[in-house]
């Protein structure tokens, strides 16, 4: 089966050609549908960039991203992506944000209302449909933008660190809810965080990028079994994945400059 998402030799620069900042440096990777795929690493080594890039709201400066095999030169209604910070428009309730993109598409009153309702039963908002952004926790919030950000029913939801700005509790919980919505709806996931513990207790694979500008340093499958439950958090196999993905974090980019060992030989 060809894979859904395709990069190839993915390259982003910005600023003057003749002075440029090189954010992302030669991404090669696939992302095979139904997959969760996680990146970490570094800050500031180009991973939100990418997401951008595979978003179509940036274009790579060389190289190509493939959609189902179709070069990809802009935002598509195949790919829902959302972002840390929320961004709900806070006259509109839960519903009527959620509705939002369908009745941008011209989606009837009747069916946007009834898929509306669907994705706040699936992202358990049960009771809170006619509430405000400001009456809900910062976790309901995040729901409610990812049940928007699934009005379209995407083939590809990529999460940029979405649950950065939440405390430790809250972010397990909706860890727990993200698994369930992808296990009910086979979503192909590619996703963003620093929480190296998230990544692995949610990924089928966790790339880790190097500092700026962003190479991929390490592939790593995670063989851990599905559904993963809050006891796998102390397995010993869940922590030798933990510790491999640090490790390929804390490894050092290649110099581009030769060590004394090189220029001895």
Same mark, same amino acid.
């Not at 992302?31 to 940036?58: D, M």
């Not at 590809?156 to 972010?171: H, Q």
């Given at each position: 089966m060809s894979p859904l998402l395709s990069l190839s030799h993915v390259c982003k620069a910005y600023g003057d050609p003749a002075d440029p900042l090189h954010a992302l440096d030669d991404i090669t990777f696939e992302?095979?549908?139904?997959?969760?795929?996680?990146?970490?690493?570094?800050?500031?080594?180009?991973?939100? *960039?990418?997401? =951008? #890039?595979?978003?179509? +709201? %940036?274009?790579?400066?060389?190289?190509?991203?493939?959609?189902?095999?179709? $070069?990809?030169v802009e935002p598509s209604p195949r790919i829902g992506i959302v972002f840390q910070n929320i961004n709900l428009m806070p006259w509109r309730t839960v519903l009527a944000n959620i509705a939002l993109p369908l009745e941008l598409s011209g989606v009837g009153r009747e069916q946007r209302q009834r898929v509306a309702q669907e994705l706040i039963h699936l992202v358990a908002l049960d009771g809170f449909a006619h509430?405000?952004?400001?009456?809900?926790?910062?976790?309901?919030?995040?729901?409610?933008?990812?049940?928007?950000?699934?009005?379209?029913?995407?083939?590809?939801?990529?999460?940029?660190?979405?649950?950065?700005?939440?405390?430790?509790? *809250?972010?397990? =919980? #909706?860890?727990?809810? +993200? %698994?369930?919505?992808?296990?009910?709806?086979?979503?192909?996931?590619?996703? $963003?965080?620093?929480?190296?513990?998230?990544?692995?207790?949610?990924?089928?694979?966790?790339?880790?990028?190097?500092?700026?500008?962003?190479t991929i340093q390490s592939d790593i499958p995670i063989p851990l079994p599905h559904p993963r439950c809050d006891d796998l958090l102390t397995d010993a196999e869940y922590l030798h994945w933990v510790r491999r993905v640090r490790a390929a974090i804390d490894v050092p980019p290649p110099s581009p400059f030769p060590t004394e060992a090189d220029q001895a030989l």
């Open positions: 992302v095979q549908r139904g997959e969760f795929v996680c990146i970490v690493g570094p800050s500031g080594g180009g991973k939100s *960039t990418l997401l =951008r #890039l595979v978003a179509g +709201l %940036l274009q790579p400066s060389s190289g190509h991203i493939l959609l189902d095999g179709d $070069v990809l509430h405000y952004p400001h009456q809900l926790s910062g976790g309901m919030q995040q729901r409610a933008a990812i049940a928007r950000t699934l009005a379209h029913d995407p083939d590809l939801l990529l999460l940029d660190e979405p649950f950065g700005a939440l405390d430790a509790l *809250t972010r397990e =919980r #909706l860890n727990r809810e +993200l %698994l369930r919505i992808h296990n009910m709806r086979q979503q192909t996931i590619l996703m $963003v965080t620093h929480n190296i513990h998230e990544a692995v207790y949610l990924a089928d694979r966790v790339l880790v990028f190097s500092s700026r500008p962003g």
